[in-house]
């Protein structure tokens, strides 16, 4: 990796100077424009609405990550058309600008009118067409999409708002018009982009990493690999970094995108924050970022060479186990009339994460939840039979260490014939009972061990552990896991659990 870090560090210093051939004096130029860009953003950015700023995801990209991403683009020999929805005060198209040099025109959207101030004057001095569409972008882009007849894009960058979109929003039903199904407005900003550009037409965005996997954003996902090649995924590390004016709370990727091309290997680069000072990158197979076979179409960034040692733990699906996860049966206030407070002779335990305290399970807990569930038909059928179970947290908290947490439900500590788990966890079961002892104990200890959640990070970028993801993935054989389970108690320390899995490989 050191290597890599020097060539591609050099690499990234020349895309900012030599790459765009600025001369010494336009390289000043740009920096000076850079610093008034950014007091520009940070002016605008004191003047917006907090309750608005959080409706309409007015995050704005730094000017050096706006440059970063606008280096991603290939000079056109004709003329750019560029496309920037979501534009705030123009950073993007800005940046593209300067990088793409000929530009016929761009079509901007920008819904705010705080914004559209700032934006006008800022792309009116790069004398450029321009047309300036104060409306909604989504509304707009289905209509042009929809008539077949509208303008297309050469180019496109973006950095698109990021709200969840509930599925009988009107924003969802203007995207179905289309054939697109998303939950999330960057995603329809990106789908809609994509579908606005010409054959070879390039895009570059900024944006969280959670449509990199789980089932909500697999039509996204699907739609994106269908029409496009994947050609650069950046992935910051740091997660506040990215949009540091602002307390956002997600790992961030830019993506550059090609429409119509046949996929081939993907450059893949990192760096720690915002500022790109320690840039590495690689190129990598496209079979390591969307598996093959994979019907989920899971997004893996993997920044370090996988290793060849950890095959031995990835190397059976769940099914070939014998093993099925699902997300904890238990919607608690479906069942609210039958809480209870303390468990009785008639009663079954209902588990949440906080029975269990380092590794141990605490039962009962006084807690604002119940403890118990009273025996009645309406709760048995949410129920699992006592036995061995491996549970692991549905979300975890910011700064929990790891992302996946697992525990051992044990028959002998839960005393009871039939057990509830409650919605907050996944649950390893067999055709809804209990597994063998020692595969859970093995379980347990792969899934708390760092091999694992490194594993877990490349293709999760998000707190939350979804059954989709622990079913997608792949897991030592069920010997190795019986092995691990002869060695594994609860209470082990982490450094305990690394070393029994180092042990292995
Ligand atoms: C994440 S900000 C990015 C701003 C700018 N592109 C940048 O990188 O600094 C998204 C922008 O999209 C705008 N926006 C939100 N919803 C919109 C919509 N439906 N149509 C057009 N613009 C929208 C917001 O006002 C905001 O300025």
Known sequence: MADNCAVSHERYRQILTDDTNLRQDLLEDSIKSRAALDSLRLEANAKLDPKKKGELGQYMTASNIAEFMASLFDVPCEPAKLLDCGAGIGS?????????????????????PIMRGYLEANIKSLN???????????????????????????HAILNPPYKKIGSSSEHRLWLRKVGIETVNLYTAFLALTILLMEKDGQVVAIMPRSFCNGPYYKPFRELMLRECSIEHIHVFDSRSKAFKDDEVLQENIILKLIRGKAQSDVVVSWSHDHKLTDYIARTVPFSQVVKPNDEQLFIHIQTEEPSLDADRLFKCELTELDLEVCTGPVVDFRVKEFWLRDPTANSFPLLYPHHFVNGEFVYPREHKKPNALKRHAEVEKWLMPNGFYVIVKRFSAKEERRRVVAYIVDPETT???????????????FKKKGIDPLIAKGLACFLNSTRLDDHFRVFSGHTQVNATDLRNMEYPSSETLKTLGRSYYSTMTQQ???????KLI
């Open 92 to 112: 993007l198209t800005v940046a593209a600008t300067r990088k793409l040099r000929r530009v016929a025109g761009v079509d901007l959207w920008e819904i705010d």
């Open 128 to 154: 450029i067409p321009y047309v300036l569409h104060g409306a909604d972008f989504i509304v707009d882009a289905v209509v042009n999409i929809a008539s077949h007849g509208g303008t297309r894009f050469t």
């Open 415 to 429: 005393k009871s014939d039939k057990i509830g788990f409650e919605n907050h966890w996944n649950v390893f079961h």
């Open 496 to 502: 305990q659990i690394d070393q029994l899995i180092e």
